[in-house]
């Protein structure tokens, strides 16, 4: 079974404060995904990267970066945390075309 | 690019009734569909992609290109049924486009 693990299930951070989301995969998967998922909104693709240093915006990349280093590690990144970027943040990762994606569990973000 | 829309937040059905959550897409071309399943206070997964043709869970989606939808379908619900449930596709091959979701209740 593939894992995709993430590395806190719940954050508070304050604003301006600059966070870290950490993601890693265990099955070679070179495409790695992030979201966020807000109510009524669904989910929304941050970045994504299809390979170690490569990386693409998604549709709501503002006040986001990321960081591939490695090929099982994705990094999420917010520079000058604000509170309307309390949500919900999803990884993932996929392997071949025509496959699924693979979700991690999950971490809540709260800005204060 | 490619949207997928699901009209319903909410669909609240008795057990044992059908259910029939929907997604809608504008794409022209051959479209690659999925739909995913969360249930309370776990991650999302996969149910069924519209390429395998499979039932899970007892549910089925078929693509209707006249249409333009694929719509998930149970004939009866039961309440571990109710969960959250989004409709996706990816465009571009790597960017997935999610509905809005769809939020299933089967009362009892």
């Known amino acids: 079974d593939v894992k995709v693990t993430q590395s806190s299930r719940y954050l508070v951070k304050r604003t301006g404060e600059k966070v870290f989301l950490e993601c890693v995969q265990d099955?070679?998967?070179?495409?790695m995904f992030w979201y966020r998922q807000d109510p009524g909104l669904g989910l929304r693709l941050i970045y994504f990267?299809?390979?170690?240093?490569?990386?693409e915006k998604g549709d709501i990349p503002e006040g986001y970066s990321v960081s591939r280093e490695k090929k099982e590690r994705f990094s999420l990144i917010l520079e000058s945390a604000s509170t309307n970027q309390t949500s919900m943040y999803l990884c993932?990762?996929?392997?071949?075309?025509?496959?699924?994606?693979?979700f991690g569990p999950g971490t809540r973000l709260l800005v204060l | 690019a490619q949207r997928v829309t699901q009209p319903e937040k909410l669909l609240s059905v008795f057990k044992g009734a059908p259910v029939e959550l929907k997604c809608n897409y504008s794409?022209?071309?051959?479209?690659?569909l999925f739909w995913y399943v969360q249930y309370s206070r776990q991650r999302l997964q996969l149910l069924l992609r519209?390429?395998s043709r499979e039932s899970i869970k007892g549910f089925t989606a078929d693509l209707n290109k006249g249409e333009t939808s694929f719509h998930l379908k149970k004939p009866f619900a039961q309440e571990e049924d109710s969960a959250m449930y989004y409709c996706?596709?990816?465009?571009?091959?790597?960017?997935?486009?999610f509905g809005s979701g769809t939020k299933l209740n089967v009362k009892p």
């Open positions: 996706a596709s990816p465009y571009n091959f790597n960017k997935f486009y």
């Open positions: 990267s299809y390979d170690v240093k490569m990386k």
């Open positions: 519209h390429i």
């Open positions: 794409y022209s071309g051959s479209p690659e």
């Open positions: 993932a990762s996929r392997g071949p075309r025509g496959e699924t994606q693979y």
């Open positions: 099955m070679d998967h070179e495409n």
